[in-house]
């Protein structure tokens, strides 16, 4: 194992630099005017589509998929991908379906369309549930991950660096963040994105590379099929030990549709890019650019899950590697899953280049914490702030107060995120643990938007439901996937708005209803070719590893 040497180092501190220097200079005030909370929050609406995507992107992939979906491609195998191929087909259905009417109504917030078609109260409800969801899932799981992932890399992986690490993280992303808004977060994830997929295309190449004595891309290939078959499968069968995070079929037509389509369509930190485009087109392409990035993302997120897999068992032909099982075994027994991707950089990655992998993946953790700092300040301050404690009316204390929010936030995320080093897939404790609250909220939105009788009892009533529903089903003595607990949870939502919007309505529409002419969802030719392109793809990818 090559440690890092000073190249390495240059190599990362000029990447910081960069990233601190352009974050900064995005910043900068312009002729002297102080940032509105347009500019502040939504980059002053002029983002460009490349942009757009590549900032949903580099917002979306962090260590929870670097570190968090490298360990359950080790544990499960390439049936992990289905939340990035099918998130794809998501982005593309959000595209068409959700982003026109979210745009037309120009919003700051999701929270916000929630005020605009039932109440304020219910707004309220979702802009703390999301808050408290940033906080304590998504900042800290992603500070925690993002630190054991370079303290492996960079250290001994005893654990000893990590709370420091989550220090410099905290700051890091706080320098540019804080100061500069939307714009500073996004048009470094321009960079940011570049350096992830590089990183990613080079840590999967040089491990295939090294899998057998032999060497050769192609041979790794070869041997890492041959010897995990079984992890190339899509679909799990109902036998397969990890079916109750992956249940078959249920994948594709069942809860995963839930996870993405309430993480892609009503998510702040990823539709709040779409929200800051030039124009309504120019959202729609950013989106269907970020498919195809989405496509990619397997390649070098969960492959190296399967290749670490493959020399941790030394089958027949793999690379000898001395001591590999005494990484990834706990005393207890279980297996360390997370240490996949880290453990495969400090191996095999040689110097200079190392340098390069972790700057990628760095900016993978820092993309992501820039984002949701951003749009936690931005529910906490449009959402909570303004309409309850605000005494100024021209709105000039919202920057101040979405500033003093991303410090409070990073401060309660820094001291949270220690205490998750007991959980054994990161990735499955994400999505279980937000999946208690997603259904209720994807159920409400969906009824909303597509249905003009639901009404604010209805939706209120809904949501607050959909929570004792969700933890029930987990208390079930018959154990249930949790995508279909997420499924069971959003249709019996459902059923509960719609119960309760007829009893309480004595309209046929209910006067906040948004009406959806036609004309709402046509879109150009050149996002029909790129949604078209991206369901072909799809196809033969299931229909080759199905």
């Not at 078609?117 to 998504?138: D, P």
């Amino acid at each position: 194992m090559e440690a890092f040497q000073l190249l390495d180092y240059i190599i990362f501190a000029v990447y910081g630099l960069l990233i601190l220097g352009v974050g900064l200079w995005v910043s900068r005030s312009k002729n002297g005017e102080k940032k509105s909370a347009e500019d502040y929050f939504l980059a002053g609406k002029s983002l460009p589509f490349w942009a757009i995507g590549a900032s949903l992107i580099a917002a979306n992939i962090s260590a929870e998929q670097f570190i968090g979906m490298s360990g359950s491609g080790f544990a499960i195998g390439l049936a992990i991908a289905s939340y990035e191929w099918m998130g794809a087909l998501t982005l593309i259905i959000v595209a068409k379906f959700f982003l026109p009417v979210f745009i037309r109504q120009g919003l700051f917030t999701i929270p916000e369309f929630i005020e605009k078609r039932f109440n304020t109260n219910l707004k309220t409800i979702l802009a703390i549930f999301w808050v408290g969801l940033f906080i304590f899932v998504n900042l800290t799981s992603v500070l925690f991950l993002g630190a054991k992932a370079l303290d492996t890399v960079l250290g001994n992986g005893d654990g000893t660096m990590i709370f420091p690490l989550i220090l410099g993280l905290a700051f890091f992303a706080a320098a540019y963040s804080i100061w500069g808004g939307l714009s500073a977060v996004a048009w470094t994830d321009v960079i940011q994105v570049v350096l992830l997929v590089i990183g990613g295309f080079i840590t999967t190449i040089i491990a295939l590379d090294h899998v057998t004595p032999a060497g050769g891309i192609f041979a790794g290939i070869d041997h890492i099929y041959q010897q995990a078959g079984d992890k190339f499968h899509m679909i799990l069968d109902r036998n397969h030990p990890q079916f109750l995070n992956l249940p078959g079929i249920g994948v594709i037509i069942g809860g995963l549709w839930v996870a993405n389509l309430y993480y892609f369509g009503f998510n702040q930190y990823i539709i709040q890019r779409a929200l800051a485009a030039k124009s309504l087109h120019e959202a729609q392409k950013g989106l269907a650019f970020a498919a195809f990035l989405k496509l990619l993302l397997p390649i070098f997120v969960v492959v190296p899950g399967i290749i670490a897999y493959v020399i941790y068992m030394q089958g027949e032909g793999t690379t000898s590697m001395d001591g590999v099982k005494t990484v990834f075994d706990r005393a207890d027994g279980s297996i360390n899953y997370d240490l996949a991707y880290p453990w495969l950089v400090k191996t095999f990655i040689p110097t200079g280049v190392k340098g390069l992998v972790v700057a990628a993946l760095t900016a993978a953790i820092l993309s992501s914490l820039a984002s949701m700092l951003n749009s936690t300040a931005t529910i906490f301050t449009m959402d909570l702030y303004k309409p309850y404690f605000s005494k100024k009316t021209d709105g000039s204390d919202l920057v101040r107060v979405g500033r003093i929010s991303v410090l409070v936030s990073l401060a309660l995320a820094v001291i949270i995120a220690p205490a998750l080093d007991t959980m054994p897939q990161m990735f499955q404790y994400i999505q279980e643990y937000t999946g208690v609250v997603s259904p209720g909220i994807l159920a409400v939105f969906l009824m909303g938007l597509f249905w003009k009788k639901t009404n604010a009892t209805g939706a209120i009533v809904g949501v607050l439901t959909s929570i004792p529903i969700a933890l029930l089903l987990k208390l079930l003595p018959i154990e249930m996937p949790f995508l279909d607990q997420m499924l069971y949870t959003s249709l019996l939502t459902i059923v509960v708005i719609l119960m309760v919007s007829l009893l309480t309505a004595n309209y046929d529409e209910d006067p906040k209803a948004i009406p959806l002419p036609k004309e709402t969802f046509k879109t150009d030719f050149n996002f029909n070719i790129a949604a078209y392109a991206v369901m072909i793809l799809l196809v033969v990818i299931y229909a080759v590893f199905w």
